[in-house]
């Protein structure tokens, strides 16, 4: 595969990820068919053992969070853009901290963004805990989910 190619697949793959925390977007199946797009081009035991682990962790991960008690973030009044915040800190916390980083990023960016919108701690950590509690828990498992398989995509490259 061509590192053009290689690139393109990163950027499906980020695309995928940010749509995880964007409503509306299936952002595990955008990173799944990544995963499948290198795969059917690389055609390596490694790509097909990539693929086949990332199909078993997103089909695990859309159980759990359809297990997982529905609930919805519209009493909180948080905004779209503190979850693409949170979603990006929490990506780059991922990369920066591996596997653990996700989730201490994806809380501090939601709190940065409710504090630079509300202005104090006191109110800013009230609405990331009424977050967390609406909804963060299948953001945070879809989100984690996705960085796995990116992160097991990465090594696969980096190795081959």
């Not at 086949?52 to 919805?72: F, M, Y």
């Not at 979850?83 to 501090?108: D, H, S």
């Not at 104090?120 to 909804?135: I, K, Y």
């Amino acid at each position: 595969m061509g590192t053009w190619q290689l690139i393109l697949v990163g950027l499906v793959m980020l695309l995928g990820l940010l749509g995880v925390v964007t409503p509306g977007v299936p952002g595990p199946l955008i990173v799944w068919a990544g995963t499948l797009w290198w795969s059917m081009t690389d055609r390596t035991a490694l790509a097909w053992a990539v693929l086949a682990g990332a199909t078993g962790i997103l089909l695990l991960d859309q159980a759990v969070v359809w297990l997982l008690p529905p609930r919805r973030p519209s009493g909180t009044g948080i905004r779209r853009r503190a979850f693409l915040v949170a979603g990006a800190t929490g990506i780059a916390g991922f990369f920066l901290i591996p596997l653990v980083g996700a989730v201490p990023g994806f809380l501090a960016g939601i709190y940065g963004a409710e504090r630079r919108r509300l202005g104090g701690h006191g109110e800013a950590w009230a609405s990331t805990r009424a977050v967390m509690r609406a909804l963060g828990t299948s953001v945070l498992v879809e989100l984690f989910a996705c960085l796995l398989v990116v992160g097991a995509w990465v090594g696969a490259v980096v190795a081959g």
